[in-house]
């Protein structure tokens, strides 16, 4: 049976052929700004400074003293030690120049450099940097293999239990913090290993932040409990939005099956080869026509560390096999509540599987 690391392989190979199709000699994965999931989804761990990958030699790993131990466990990449933030600069360039000569293309994800480190490595690398963040990042890390589903449907299976666990303990007098507690504990208990961002549980007219992370505001009859969590196993993330409501309210009702109406509408168009826009378009046209007004955020984002698709007014991204990403309307009105439903869907060659599948409506 395959693991992850089999996966990250596979990604590995992808990125080596990538760059003989650009013609590059060597690519720079530097760290930072949302890098860790995706160097994890390539070495099986989340720490690096940088990782230099010639096209002809050995790759390197590069990390801090503190990250060591724990990535020499993770990574299947050979692992070199950083002694100090101050031997970054010199130990990269220094490895990368070994590879490369004058002229070399070396391709780089600019945008997890900033203006100074940019100057720095352009100055002490023989080659010239090319910014790789707009084509080959996007192609490798465009989404999950086929056999790589089964990982993901684990971690969705989790996060249905944690929006069950809150469902399960409302009752007027418990808090935001009491019900986020519940659900990090049942995840937890049946495998969840980490979490992606705090678990958001918002009450009442709170449920109209967008992320109103957990209170000690105490739950009353007729509100509403929004939660949003996103557990975590090998790196792999779900992120599931469920809404419910304690007790019945008419408006509030309506507010629940309109947004349900959105999602699934959303959700029975996406097949290989529609565009991104389309969807972000069908979900708003559907809460209009129920009167409801329009949200302030994208439709949907990718999961586990992958760069496409985005779902959003502007986007230019078209659906292909293996994408992975969320649904994710909401009605939002300030001083009374808001209501917002996520599904986690991967596309398939025929059309897509739901991967989230705790009840919406309840």
Known sequence: MSEPMDFNKKR??????QMEEYELDMVWLAGGAGMGPRLQRLTGSTSGTGIIIPIDGDPAHFVYGVDYNSTIDESWLPVKLLEGKSAALPRITGYANEYIKDGARIGVNLGSLNHA???AYSKELKGDLVDISGDIIPEVWFGLYPDEIKFHRAVSRLADIGCTAVKEAMRPGITETELAAEANYAMQRKGAETFSFETIVSTGERSAYSHGYPT?????????VLVDLGPTISGYAADETRTYLLGSDSKKGKMLEAMDKSVQTVIDHVKPGVKCSELDAISRRVLKEHDFPDYMHSLGHPLSGFVTPLLSKNSKDVLRPGHLFTVEPGIYIPGYGGVRLEENIVVTEDGYEQLTKGPRLV
């Open 216 to 224: 000690p505001r105490k739950l009353k009859p007729g509100e509403f």
């Open 12 to 17: 590995y190979a992808h990125l080596k052929r």
């Open 117 to 119: 480190s940019y100057k």
